[in-house]
C-alpha cells in the first residue's frame, strides 16, 4: 500500500508557472511507473504525463508538450510536474497516480494507487 499528497496548486495568471509535487508514503516510489492526471469540472480526468520508474522515459499528452515537465527524485519519494506557459484550458484538478505494470500509460484505469488531488487554476 502506498499513500501520495499532491501539493503545489493554487492560483495563477495565464503565462505564469507551478510545479506540483507527489510524495508518497508506505512504500518507496521506485517500485513504481507514474504518471500525472488532470479533470476539469464536467470532464472526464484525462493523461498528462507519464515517467519510468527510474525517470529516464517520460512521455506527454499533446496539449502539454513542451509546456510540461514530469521529473522524479527517488531518494525524496517524489514525483514533480514542472507547468510552464499555463492556459486557462489547463485549469483542472490534478493527481498523480501509480501505473500497474504493464499498464497502458495513457489509461487512468491501469493506474491503482492516486492521490486525492491539487486544484490548479489559471486565469485570463
Known amino acids: 500500500q502506498v499513500q501520495l499528497v499532491e501539493s503545489g496548486g493554487g492560483l495563477v495568471q495565464a503565462g505564469g508557472s507551478l510545479r506540483l509535487s507527489c510524495t508518497a508514503s508506505?512504500?518507496?516510489?521506485?517500485?513504481?511507473?507514474m504518471g500525472w492526471f488532470r479533470q476539469a469540472p464536467g470532464k472526464e480526468r484525462e493523461f498528462v504525463a507519464a515517467i519510468t520508474r527510474s525517470g529516464g522515459y517520460t512521455d506527454y499528452a499533446d496539449s502539454v508538450k513542451g509546456r510540461f515537465t514530469i521529473s522524479r527524485d527517488n531518494a525524496k519519494n517524489t514525483m514533480y510536474l514542472q507547468m510552464s506557459t499555463l492556459k486557462p484550458e489547463d485549469t483542472a484538478v490534478y493527481y498523480c497516480a501509480t501505473r500497474r505494470p504493464f499498464g497502458s500509460v495513457t489509461r487512468s484505469s491501469d493506474y491503482d494507487y492516486w492521490g486525492q488531488g491539487t486544484q490548479v487554476t489559471v486565469s485570463s
Open positions: 508506505g512504500r518507496t516510489l521506485t517500485t513504481y511507473a
